[in-house]
């Protein structure tokens, strides 16, 4: 008999779905089920979310229309190996964008372009019990159908039908974590740079000085590269860095990312 997984062509991811009208954060319900034990795989999808979060702190605006996507995953990898699966997370959602037409490329971490405007963001974060990694939720926010008003300047949207582009996303998360668990960042590193959007610039303290270079992609471990003006390439750590790029239609004004 063929399963419910076999016949969307995936085998873990999606083996459970909760579907939600409304609620605060899809990573802040997951992390309610992880706790309460669903098993790696579970999916949470909303409809809306009132207390959407991005990274750094920032809201997530979540509007009816959008994709507000975590999935509940326990790989089998120590804690320290978990911040590179966001590079994969992120190769999946560009990749799952390109399969409905979109010229989709990714801006360091894990932000999905598209013309320079952002399409997707993604937001992992994981549950751990005495030094060992418990859960991991990836919370994936998709511009599908509307741009939120208070993002309009600087993000676009997806104009698929909402459930094969769930399908889609939840093949191609398979697939890309599957290959992190199995080969680690080899796989990763030069499929994350052949997406990489060009002409992204980068401040980053190095050597205790404010920089802006050029970004030159990532190094093996995952770690983002700036070129700086005299043409020496650093290996910067993300805490210290702030990607900022060239406002649409222009190739001079830099405005900080948000
Ligand atoms: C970012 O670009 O800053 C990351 C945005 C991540 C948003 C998604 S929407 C689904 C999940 N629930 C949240 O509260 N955040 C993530």
């Known amino acids: 008999m063929t399963s419910d997984l076999e016949r969307r062509g995936t085998h873990w991811l999606g083996a459970k779905r909760i579907d939600l009208e409304s609620c605060a954060s899809t990573n802040d319900e997951a992390a309610r089920f992880a706790r309460a034990g669903a098993i790696h795989g579970t999916v949470v999808i909303a409809e809306r979310q009132d207390a959407g979060r991005g990274r750094d702190g920032r809201a997530w605006a979540s509007p009816i229309g959008g994709l507000y996507f975590s999935a509940v995953m326990r790989p089998p990898l120590p804690l320290a190996d978990v911040p590179p699966l966001t590079l994969a997370i992120g190769i999946a959602v560009c990749d799952a964008a390109r399969a409905f037409g979109a010229a989709a490329q990714l ?45 309009a300047h600087r993000a676009t949207a997806l104009h698929v039908e909402r459930e094969r582009f769930i399908a889609e996303l939840i093949a191609q998360l398979e697939v890309w ?72 239609g222009s190739d001079r004004v830099l405005s900080p990312d948000a």
């Open 107 to 151: 801006k360091w971490p894990n932000d999905v372009l598209v013309a320079d405007q952002k399409l997707a963001g993604v937001l992992v974060e994981t549950q751990s019990q005495g030094g060992r990694l418990d859960s991991v939720i990836v919370g994936i926010g998709v511009n599908l159908e509307v741009v939120p008003p208070e993002v």
């Open 177 to 248: 974590t599957d290959r992190y668990i199995a080969c680690g960042l080899e796989m990763i590193v030069p499929a994350w740079q052949e997406r990489m959007a060009p002409g992204l610039s980068a401040r980053a303290t190095i050597n205790g000085v404010s920089t802006v270079g050029e970004l030159a992609g990532i190094d093996g471990d995952g770690a983002l590269l700036l070129r700086d003006p005299s043409g020496i390439v650093h290996r910067v750590r993300s805490g210290d860095v702030e990607v900022i790029r060239p406002l649409p």
